[in-house]
């Protein structure tokens, strides 16, 4: 196979996309049309904020590092993502990748930098002789299940071998509670490099999982008869020294939190609402975010406890984290990671006060009151009311998620089960 480049960016609807350039191509960037930030899951061209799409559809320019490109999962082929740029060098307004820099540099301007580690769930998927699509026969497939009755065809294998050879930082990988679903853990990196890291592992999962005749999708209800699959961040902050900022010793969880850590708290807390237009972005987001479903559904807090929304778990010193687990796959992560630190960072910077922690079960009894909304429509209104993390997000990005998803609204409105999974289920 001929040598290639395949630079890439995750848009606004979470598909990667991207061009093959030959290996002799030598510069760092490439040019794309802006109004690919117009294009909906159906491929209808829309006049979205920031898309130029009336204006003559013009260029945007990918740029990346060249130290970034790496060799990929597909033979003679080099990988890299970068930023998006309008036409006058600027950077672009709706880049999610863009948007989690300018969070990072507001936490650097306080002195800390974030890091985070991330838990992706998803479900595999194969064609019946009819052409549906239907779950991967894996009758042996049980909550932290491995091996051949877990996988008979394989492929959770062969993605944990491809991402030791290209050195992706996987962590854990196991089967989940619904079969048959799996979750990836990746380590704790640096904000940025974590969701660059996180893309290119699902579209290679993705990928190898096609190779084996498997659609892996990372939609947050793909099968409605079973449970959902989140995208859980797990952040900490560095102080100057490089150490653990929300570190007070060895122990962790609720009774060791630094005031940075409870301001944190109190930011993902007060901004609950707004936050689910970004991290839970499809119509089929709200089948997962339910009460009583380990989603992330109730405003509330709690500690080694995964029936709340921001869980503050025991292990402390090098590991204090908190996690939030409102997120989906099917988000952009990186404008997802953004909505998170940013919401975090008002909490510290505006002096919200932390409300008291969760002490029910989140099955049958809670002390939450509120929860997000019951479906998208609900939850972009909640979003646009939250104009404090719009504006820290970008006021710009946040335009166009709100009109793109509030077509999706109309797009979805008359579409349920598979039909609602297959509107979505080829991109995440």
Known sequence: MTERLRPLFCDHLSIMRGKYLPATYHASEARFCRSAFGVHFDKDLLPAPGSMMMEGLPDMVLKWEPTHVRDSWHEDVRVVVGDLYDE????????????????????????????????????????????????????????????????????????WETAEE?????????????????????????ALAAMDEAVLFRL????????????????????????????????????????????????GGPGHMTDLMKGCVAGLVHHHKGLAGLLAPTANSYHRLQPASLSGYWKNWGGDHRNVTTRVPAEGG??????????????????????VLQAARLGVTEGYDLPPKETGDGFEHTDATEGVAGSLAEALDDLEADTALAEAVGADLVANQLFMRRQEVEKTGGLEGASLRDFYVWYI
């Open 318 to 339: 090098a590991k204090a984290r908190f996690e939030h687990r409102m997120a989906d796959a099917a988000a952009n992560p990186y404008t997802a990671a953004a909505a």
């Open 88 to 159: 006058h060098g600027a950077p672009l307004p709706l880049c999610g990748r863009g948007a989690l820099r300018r969070a990072v540099e507001a936490w650097k301007g306080l002195g800390y930098t974030p890091r985070i580690g991330i838990e992706f769930e998803c479900f595999a998927l194969q064609r019946a002789e009819d052409g549906s699509l239907v779950p991967y026969d894996n009758p042996g497939g049980v909550v932290y299940g491995t091996g051949p009755f877990t996988d008979p065809a394989r492929f959770m294998d062969a993605i």
């Open 204 to 251: 290679m999962a993705r990928e190898i999982a096609l190779e084996h005749g498997v659609l892996l999708t990372f939609l947050p209800k793909p099968l409605e008869d079973r449970g959902g699959s989140g995208l859980h961040f797990n952040v900490s902050l560095d102080d100057e020294r490089g150490e653990n900022a929300f570190a007070t010793g060895a122990k």
């Open 166 to 190: 290209l050195d992706f930082r996987l962590e854990m990988m196991t089967a989940e509670y619904d079969a048959p679903q799996f979750e990836f853990t990746l380590r704790h990196d640096d």
